[in-house]
């Protein structure tokens, strides 16, 4: 079954764990003395990959964080950055151009600025400028180096003190983790292994990957990202209650558009009592169209492992798809043409 999987790409999900095992290594060293601390809100910049980093927390965070948590994916930076703002700049290769501009113009207004890639130009401008910076390791797919982007930052956060140390969540979170590698595994056989079924259920299949949560906002964002990237099939995602005001009306299709589709629900506890209402009918909606429907749930006590653990079920799922396909997981050939084809039409870059 792994014939595809030219680059050993199984290997990055298999060290998903060890990233956040690592982690706090990498920042003990930081040293964060140029930093404010009286800003007034924090901007988190960076593209794709590395843009997931900042939404999960965001909303990890968001009943802790006291001040505007912020996450750009331009460019430019909103006008409201000023010396009180907080910029990070996230970009796993340093070259993500967007992001490269956004840093520049954080520094055309004077914040404080806080970087992190495994080397490239942002590396280069952010020790030119003195701005603390972190390193992390190279030679994975952005994509796949979403521990060393997260856990790092949320360590850096507890630096600063706007945050509560987070030890038994992220404790909590690595054990899960290992566990659900063990369960996933590809000797493991489909009746035991949650992932191999739900890619077959997926072949041939769109997949429509929805929550109840409004904190799994970035999750079913995840999921549809490695849907793209990694298996190589287009992948929707929408979050109750938003869903039932709009999107909920497409499901009135013809039947031979319907059947084109599989429907995934993330589910969590922290659903509001009134979404959970709203899930139900909404399955029922879904039932009467003769719509597969297949339900997750995260795994652990805290909303970190449970975040991280439907994330990590999400890599598995993506990857057996990309098999299934015979689809290399690693090769990302559309993006790639995109940059080269983009780096021809340099002259009205900042770098």
């Known amino acids: 079954m792994q014939t595809s999987d030219h680059s050993n790409f199984f290997q990055f999900i298999c060290e998903f764990p060890d ?40 909303y990890y965070l968001q009943d802790e964080f006291a001040i505007p948590f912020i996450v750009n994916r331009n460019y430019s930076l909103p006008n409201f950055v000023s010396p009180q703002t907080l910029v990070i700049s996230c970009s796993y290769s340093g070259n993500t151009e967007e992001t490269l501009n956004a840093t520049l113009h954080a520094i055309e207004k004077k914040a404080s600025v806080f970087g992190l890639s495994s080397g490239g130009k942002l590396e280069q401008i952010l020790q030119s400028h003195k701005f603390p910076y972190l390193k992390i390791p190279q030679g994975y797919p952005p994509r796949q180096a979403l521990g060393y982007m997260f856990f790092p930052i949320l360590n850096f956060f507890q630096h600063l003190g706007l945050i509560e140390p987070k030890n038994e969540e992220i404790s909590e979170t690595i054990k899960v983790l290992h566990e659900l590698r063990e369960r996933n595994a590809p000797q493991t056989t489909h009746i035991h292994n949650l992932a191999k079924l739900i890619a077959q259920r997926l072949y ?79 399955k029922e909606i879904f039932q009467k169209n003769h719509v597969p429907i297949f339900e997750v749930f995260g795994e652990g006590k805290s909303l970190l492992s449970r975040i991280f653990s439907l994330i990590y079920i999400g890599d598995w799922v993506s990857y057996y798809l990309a098999l299934i396909y015979e689809k290399d997981p690693y090769k990302i050939d559309s993006i790639q043409f995109l940059k080269d084809s983009l780096s021809k039409f340099n002259d009205d870059m900042k770098v």
């Open 204 to 282: 041939k299949k769109i997949p429509m990957i929805y929550t109840a949560s409004e904190l799994l906002y970035p999750v079913v964002t995840r999921w549809r990202n490695q849907f793209n990237e990694n298996s190589k099939v287009l992948a929707f995602s929408n979050v109750l209650p938003e869903l039932n005001h709009n999107e909920i009306m497409g499901w009135e299709a013809p039947r031979e558009v319907l059947e084109n589709f599989n429907i995934l629900f993330l589910r969590d506890q922290s659903e509001l009592t009134r979404n959970k209402i709203r899930l139900d009918i909404t």
């Open 19 to 58: 990233q956040i095992e690592k982690a706090p290594s990498l920042v003990k060293d930081l040293n964060i003395k140029t930093i404010k601390k009286d800003f007034k809100e924090v901007v988190f910049t960076g593209m794709g990959g590395s843009a997931i980093a900042g939404d999960l927390l965001k």
